[in-house]
Structures are given as structure tokens and as C-alpha cells.
T-cell receptor
Framework: GAVVSQHPSRVICKSGTSVKIECRSL??????MFWYRQFPKKSLMLMAT?????????EQGVEKDKFLINHASLTLSTLTVTSAHPEDSSFYIC???????????FGPGTRLTVL | EDKVVQSPLSLVVHEGDTVTLNCSYE??????LLWYKQEKKAPTFLFML????IEKKSGRLSSILDKKELSSILNITATQTGDSAIYLCAVGPHGGGSNYKLTFGKGTLLTVNP
């Protein structure tokens, strides 16, 4: 149980384009999902908390207009990197918490490369 | 500001050795401490600890929380090359949903040589 999937696993795009990453909880419902970013050899940096049916909560320093989050249902959250630039290249990971378990389960991550 | 510190930052051992990884924390409103293993992809869940002194065990891995010392250790016995990974410690506060934001340590990079 508690499986989280992400799609795509890897994406390469040109500078200026937008990229959408999907995060799904496969065997549980999640009112809250989390989006992280990880640079090489660094720990996870929380970008935002995705709330089903309401606006995402962004961490300080994260541009909400650049990283659009939509939590359309209890099993799906999407992160759209708009007008991507090479500095947006990173490993993006989502997680979800099955209700009242106090445990976040992570998706496999999406490696974004912006040329 | 909540803080999670892991030590050592990196460790190299030989197969068969036993290792102990440390995690200490300073957080307000502590609820749980979690250990994850990260290989090439995203972290996979190992343990969640909420009560002091109760060891959690899974095969060769075990972990225990000491709330008095605000710390936890992760032990791996009879290490194998497949144990090579980054081990992340994270602490979570009371409250679920959007209030449940984990604070991560920087991780310990474990390398097990044959």
C-alpha cells in the first residue's frame, strides 16, 4: 500500500516552454500532497504544499507564478514549470500522506533538463 | 527555526560491517521522526518513530528514538553493497494535512565496498 507515482520520470525541454509533472496516489486518497526539489548531492527542499480543492501553499522564495500547482482530485496533483529556464533543471519529487499516518510516501521523481 | 542534523555526512565501510547513523533535531511541536533511504531515485520509507525507547526493526535495519536526547539512530548490521545509499532523517510536527511539513536533514551518504 501507499504507492505514489509520478509522470514523466524524465523530461528534456527547450528554454521558454512549460512542463507539466503529474503526481498520483495510487491506492489511497490524499487531501494534501507535497512538492520538493532536489539539487545534486543536496537534501530535499520543500517547494509547496498542494491542497485538494484550494490554493497551494508556497514556501518562501518559491515563485507561485512560475511553479503552478493544481490539486484537481484526491489522487492527483500537478506541478507545471512555466517558461522553463536552464536553472530550473532539477529533480522534482512529490509526496503524499495517507490520512492520519504521519508518514509521507514519495513518488519516484521527475528529472527535468531545460536546454 | 526547525533543524535536523545528521552525522556523519558520509561513511565508507566494508561488506559485513555494522554502521550506526545519527540524527538529532531541534523542532517545535515534535510528532514523529522518519528515516528514508534514497538511492538513485526518490526516497523510500524505512521507519517512523514516535515513542522513545521502542526499537523498530526490519531485517538488518533497526532504529530507535530518544526524545530526551532529541535524537535517533539507525543501525544497519552485516552491511551489503546494496545498502549503499543516502539515508535521510526527517521530523514531522503535530497536525495532519497541510500542517504536516517534514524538516529534512542533509543525509548520510553510506558507501559499502565489497
Amino acid at each position: 500500500g501507499a504507492v505514489v507515482s509520478q509522470h514523466p520520470s524524465r523530461v528534456i525541454c527547450k528554454s521558454g516552454t512549460s512542463v507539466k509533472i503529474e503526481c498520483r496516489s495510487l491506492d489511497f486518497q490524499a487531501t494534501t500532497m507535497f512538492w520538493y526539489r532536489q539539487f545534486p548531492k543536496k537534501s530535499l527542499m520543500l517547494m509547496a504544499t498542494s491542497n485538494e480543492g484550494s490554493k497551494a501553499t508556497y514556501e518562501q522564495g518559491v515563485e507561485k507564478d512560475k511553479f503552478l500547482i493544481n490539486h484537481a482530485s484526491l489522487t492527483l496533483s500537478t506541478l507545471t514549470v512555466t517558461s522553463a529556464h536552464p536553472e530550473d533543471s532539477s529533480f522534482y519529487i512529490c509526496s503524499a500522506e495517507p490520512w492520519s499516518t504521519d508518514t509521507q510516501y514519495f513518488g519516484p521523481g521527475t528529472r527535468l533538463t531545460v536546454l | 527555526e526547525d533543524k535536523v542534523v545528521q552525522s556523519p555526512l558520509s561513511l565508507v565501510v566494508h561488506e559485513g560491517d555494522t554502521v550506526t547513523l545519527n540524527c538529532s533535531y531541534e523542532v517545535t511541536n515534535f510528532r514523529s521522526l522518519l528515516w528514508y533511504k534514497q538511492e538513485k531515485k526518490a526516497p523510500t520509507f524505512l521507519f517512523m518513530l514516535t515513542s522513545s525507547g521502542i526499537e523498530k526493526k526490519s531485517g538488518r535495519l533497526s532504529s530507535i528514538l530518544d526524545k530526551k536526547e532529541l535524537s535517533s539512530i539507525l543501525n544497519i548490521t552485516a552491511t551489503q553493497t546494496g545498502d549503499s545509499a543516502i539515508y535521510l532523517c526527517a521530523v514531522g510536527p503535530h497536525g495532519g494535512g497541510s500542517n504536516y511539513k517534514l524538516t529534512f536533514g542533509k543525509g548520510t551518504l553510506l558507501t559499502v565496498n565489497p
